[in-house]
């Protein structure tokens, strides 16, 4: 099947003159050096954990200087206020305190409305609360809005400031589909949902089919995914002072020549759930050259698309996990259709010619973590580590898992980590076909663009770059972050196969 891309427009806008310059792990920008310098505030933490007294979601996920967003906050404090925090290093406290609001009455809304079928979710309801003007002085980055109310309540909203004229050489993405997919406020998401199902059979019958941003975030204390598997990287590439901007998964779905103005696109954390426009902006980014990183496992792997609210456009997210029950099926563009799987039918295209491997299951949630082991110490991403074939870093390994599979890959693909899970703490989407799951961490070069492409293999690598813990006798933070700086300041530099043209060697591995 072909699958025709979307393009650059003809006209790049121009961007504000930027200094930058080469440092350690990349390309840096002294605007991020600065930034990163002024007084932080460790004040933007929740430390007693979110209250569900009070809750609020955004009219937007993302948004640029000069515009407005609303809020829409339901809690049971008399007032509260708004407190707006830039998230990075600085100094490391964390965060910076952009703006907050004066004392905001407050008022309990009522019970958000399940739409029967799809079992949607949504407050679009809600009356506004208050709207927040984006001035200069949101400086573009990631955001948490933090609900403070008068009794204590305290819970976040998060907003990506983006700078449409932005030329930086990283490209964050945040990925609020998948944030969204697993949001379970009002009791429904794309995996779980209230009533009875039919025992061992998935997906669950109760799920939704139809998710909304017109809702709070059940979890991540209203944050959704961005703290646990976003923010450890968030706050790394600020610390380092790299030539950074950030845009959202709507962002690409909506300006889809984005991707190509920068050097690479960087997926972050979780990044499962993908719509048609966001995934042949990233293709055809690629073709031009433009590297990949996914630091998630399991990319690519679920198709949404989006649909209009009474909120605004593109403010609901489908995904009925079943090409025949999808209304648009046999209607339309089948490219279009929402089967359980991108590679499911009638879509019928597999991320593993993109990402470089497919998904292959998790690890049992409770059971821990497992070391990462290196497996091409040679390669460029070790450089400096003093790592050896077969080095293990512990606490890395966890959750979701990229297997290399023989049967289907780049034919240059190279694999620079094999981290075995052992079966017993694992879930195999392909049943016990060795006794152990494998992590592998790849990467491949395109023969024609020579754009890098770099997986992870595990959805914990982000969260194994927080901070340590103090006292802790184990951590993988460090080497971790050695690595990942590695890998950014090969892929700052342009086209990566240019550089390090990848080198197939999974038959030494796959024996």
């Keep these: 099947m072909i699958h025709p891309h979307h393009q650059p427009p003809k006209h790049k806008p121009t961007p504000a003159k930027v200094l930058t310059f080469q440092g350690p792990y990349g390309k840096e920008a002294s605007w991020v050096v600065a930034e990163n310098k002024l007084p932080g505030t460790a004040a933007w933490r929740i430390t007693k954990g979110a209250s569900p007294d009070i809750a609020g979601f955004a009219s937007k996920t993302y948004a640029s200087v000069g515009s407005k967003v609303t809020l829409y906050v339901s809690t049971k404090a008399p007032s509260f206020r708004v407190e707006a925090f830039r998230m990075g290093f ?16 407050g008022h309990l809304k009522a019970p958000c409305v399940v739409t029967p079928g799809v079992n949607m979710v949504s407050c679009d309801r809600w009356a506004p609360t208050l709207k927040v003007k984006i001035t200069p002085a949101f400086v573009q980055g990631d955001y948490l809005f933090k609900l403070v109310g008068s009794g204590g309540q305290q819970s976040y909203i998060p907003l990506t400031v983006w700078d449409p004229t932005s030329g930086a050489a990283y490209l964050v993405k945040n990925d609020v589909y998948t944030w969204q997919a697993w949001n379970p406020y009002g009791g429904y998401d794309f995996y779980a949902g209230l009533g009875t199902c039919p025992s061992n059979v998935y997906p669950l019958c109760s799920r939704a089919r139809v998710v909304s941003f017109d809702r709070p975030y059940g979890y991540g204390e209203g944050a959704g995914d961005f703290l646990g598997s976003e923010y450890p990287f968030v706050r790394f590439i600020e610390e380092h002072g790299l030539d950074v901007t950030y845009v959202t998964d709507v962002t690409v779905e909506q300006h889809p020549g984005i991707v190509g103005y920068h050097r690479v696109l960087l997926s972050l954390g979780h990044d499962e ?30 198709h949404v698309r989006l649909q209009a609210s009474p909120l605004g456009s593109d403010r609901e997210e489908v995904d009925y996990r079943d090409g025949t029950a999808d209304p648009l099926n046999g209607k339309g ?9 991108w590679s499911s039918p009638p879509a019928s295209w597999s991320e593993v010619g993109f990402v470089g491997e497919n998904y292959i299951g998790f690890v049992v949630g409770g059971t821990g973590t497992f070391p990462y082991v290196v497996a091409d110490p040679k390669a460029w991403i070790f450089k400096g580590t003093g790592l050896r074939a077969g080095s293990a870093v512990p606490g890395v390994i966890a959750t979701d898992l990229d297997e290399f599979d023989p049967g289907d890959y780049p034919a240059n693909l190279e694999i620079l980590g094999h981290s075995p899970v052992p079966l017993r703490d694992a879930i195999s989407e392909d049943g016990d076909l060795q ?36 006292g802790a006798r184990s951590c993988p933070a460090a080497m971790v972050g050695k690595i990942t700086g590695n890998l950014l300041s090969l892929f700052g530099r342009g086209p990566a196969g240019r550089h390090q043209p990848s080198e197939a060697n999974w038959r030494a591995i796959y024996k």
């Design 435 to 470: 006794g152990f799951l494998a992590s592998d961490m790849t990467y491949w070069t395109d023969p024609a663009s020579h754009a890098g492409i770099f997986d992870s293999g595990t959805t914990n690598w982000i969260p194994s770059l927080a901070p340590c813990p103090v």
């Design 90 to 105: 600085y100094q490391g406290k964390g965060a910076r305190l952009v703006w907050e609001s004066a004392p905001v009455p």
């Design 273 to 302: 759930c993908w719509s048609l426009g966001e995934r042949r902006a990233a293709v055809a980014a690629e073709g031009a050259g433009v590297n990949m990183v996914f630091f998630g496992a399991s990319p690519i792997l679920r």
């Design 333 to 341: 563009n089948p490219l279009q259709v929402t089967g359980n799987t």
